[in-house]
């Protein structure tokens, strides 16, 4: 079946840590995007990808870095410079263009210990 | 002030009833999405659409560019229709070119009594 997976579902930070977020899709998508949510909020833009080896900053981009080596993989990691990384983080997939579907993971939940 | 916006952020209704969630946005945009989140967390999409209507089962999305509004209708309300809708821009930017990044609104919280 062709889907997005994150993982973990669950995942603690200490205080100080790096940890990473992992996106796989096997859709065959050129591009991928991490979003944030906060309650009460809508999602928020973190970093996105429109190819292999490239990737740009959103609108939240500090605090975080992502890479692209592989077209299936969009691994997010969230830094210790990010002061309140506690959120739920979805990351999502489409082809390439701005008509198109995004097609979205179900998401890890991200809190600080 | 957000340039995508949705009304009501929260929606009570009972089961059978026609409901109907807005968007409104301030700038151009290439597309607009309607999603579905569910309790759980994940997202499903509803809708694309850059003019006209849509209509999906008892789901049905309109748009109008020159008033810069979208609405999302449900007919024949159910229980299993209650989750968070949200709607999503792809706005345009300088030189009228833009790629897939989606400005969301905040989410219309929708729950449907039996």
């Known amino acids: 079946d062709g889907g997005i997976t994150q993982s973990p579902k669950y995942l603690f930070r200490k205080e100080g840590q790096n940890v990473t977020l992992s996106c796989e899709q096997n859709?065959?998508?050129?591009?991928m995007y991490w979003y944030r949510q906060d309650p009460g909020q809508g999602l928020r833009l973190i970093y996105y990808?429109?190819?292999?080896?490239?990737?740009q900053k959103g609108d939240i981009a500090e605090g975080y870095s992502v890479s692209r080596e592989k077209k299936e993989s969009f691994p997010l990691t969230v830094t210790s410079a990010q002061k309140n990384p506690t959120a739920f983080y979805l990351c999502?997939?489409?082809?390439?263009?701005?008509?198109?579907?995004?097609?979205f993971g179900p998401g890890t939940r991200l809190l600080v210990l | 002030k957000n340039e995508v916006e949705q009304s009501p952020q929260n929606l009570t209704a009972q089961e059978g009833e026609f409901i109907t969630i807005n968007c409104s946005y301030s700038?151009?945009?290439?597309?607009l999405h309607w999603l579905q989140q569910h309790p759980g967390g994940g997202i499903v999409s509803l809708f694309m659409?850059?003019?006209g209507k849509k209509k999906h089962g008892r789901l049905i999305a309109t748009i109008n560019i020159q008033e810069k509004h979208s609405s999302l209708h449900i007919t024949a309300s159910h229980p299993r229709d209650s989750a968070v809708y949200i709607c999503?821009?792809?706005?345009?930017?300088?030189?009228?070119?833009?790629?897939?990044?989606?400005?969301f609104g905040q989410g219309t919280i929708l729950t449907v009594h039996p």
């Open positions: 999502a997939s489409s082809f390439g263009g701005p008509q198109v579907v995004q097609y």
């Open positions: 859709l065959n998508h050129d591009a």
């Open positions: 990808s429109q190819i292999v080896n490239d990737f």
């Open positions: 700038v151009g945009i290439s597309a």
């Open positions: 659409l850059s003019s």
């Open positions: 999503a821009a792809v706005l345009l930017i300088a030189g009228g070119t833009s790629y897939g990044k989606l400005t």
